[in-house]
């Protein structure tokens, strides 16, 4: 059974740096277009960052160019987002999504993924 769980989240301070993880169990994730989306309280789901199957594209919303950046360890079957100079903006619930394709690019859009985790909310605040 596909499953993806989110984990790292918490309350940091404006400037601050979190490092989301997401485990991945029940495939093989090498076949898989990796992504980060986020929901903010009375918003819709946006598109954070992705990542090609080979690592070697990676596409991110304006909003966290130069400070958030997506990784793949495909060997431990974990994604990751690093995440500096947070912004209260930046609050919101985190998620893990995968799709499994043969295409070499990915789409920051949440209707381009197959499979969710359930989240884990990150709360920048002073």
């Known amino acids: 059974q596909l499953q993806l769980v989110e984990s790292g989240g918490g309350l940091v301070q404006p400037g601050g740096s979190l490092r989301l993880s997401c485990a991945a169990s029940g495939f093989t994730l090498d076949y898989y277009v990796i992504g980060w989306f986020r929901q903010a309280p009375g918003k819709e789901r946006e598109g954070v960052s992705c990542m090609s199957r080979s690592g070697g594209f990676t596409n991110y919303a304006d909003s966290v160019k130069g400070r958030f950046t997506i990784s793949r360890d495909n060997a431990k079957k974990t994604v990751y987002l690093q995440m500096n100079s947070l912004k209260p903006e930046d609050t919101g619930i985190y998620y893990c999504?995968?799709?499994?394709?043969?295409?070499?690019?990915?789409?920051?859009?949440?209707?381009?993924?197959?499979?969710w985790g359930k989240g884990t909310l990150v709360t920048v605040s002073s």
């Open positions: 999504a995968a799709r499994r394709t043969v295409q070499a690019l990915c789409v920051l859009s949440p209707s381009g993924m197959a499979d």
